[in-house]
């Protein structure tokens, strides 16, 4: 399985970016799927899950209500919206997969295949 992140940059407190994650070689379908970011010299951290089915999902308190994950296992992809950014966001974000049939999985070892990274800068 390969997993293309794609859609960071650099963006001032306050604004909007969508990542996107592609998946190829596999389909996502039946498969939790996460995100997870990693700030310079901070250790890999969980950020949002959704469960196989698509109809859970769950965050990390810090982006509660601000982050929006989401996925269209049609086109093989899996969203993550970032509204009200702070600089404290800014990192480098992972998308990965998880088990097949999995709900909700926190644990970074949970995940199977990750993707290469996009990075998101968040200006103050």
């Known amino acids: 399985v390969q997993l293309q992140a794609s859609g960071g940059g650099l963006v001032q407190a306050g604004g909007s970016l969508r990542l996107s994650c592609a998946a190829s070689?596999?389909?996502?379908?039946?498969?939790?799927m996460g995100w997870f970011r990693q700030a310079p010299r901070k250790e890999r951290e969980f950020v949002a899950t959704?469960?196989?089915?698509?109809?859970?999902?769950y965050y990390v308190n810090s982006v509660k209500g601000r982050f929006t994950i989401s996925r269209d296992n049609a086109k093989n992809t899996v969203y993550l919206q970032m509204n009200s950014l702070k600089a404290e966001d800014t990192a480098v974000y992972y998308c990965?997969?998880?088990?097949?049939?999995?709900?909700?999985?926190?644990?970074?070892?949970?995940?199977?295949?990750w993707g290469q990274g996009t990075e998101v800068t968040v200006s103050s």
């Open positions: 959704i469960s196989f089915s698509g109809d859970t999902t």
């Open positions: 990965a997969t998880g088990p097949r049939g999995a709900g909700i999985i926190t644990l970074l070892k949970s995940y199977d295949y």
């Open positions: 070689g596999r389909t996502i379908s039946g498969y939790g």
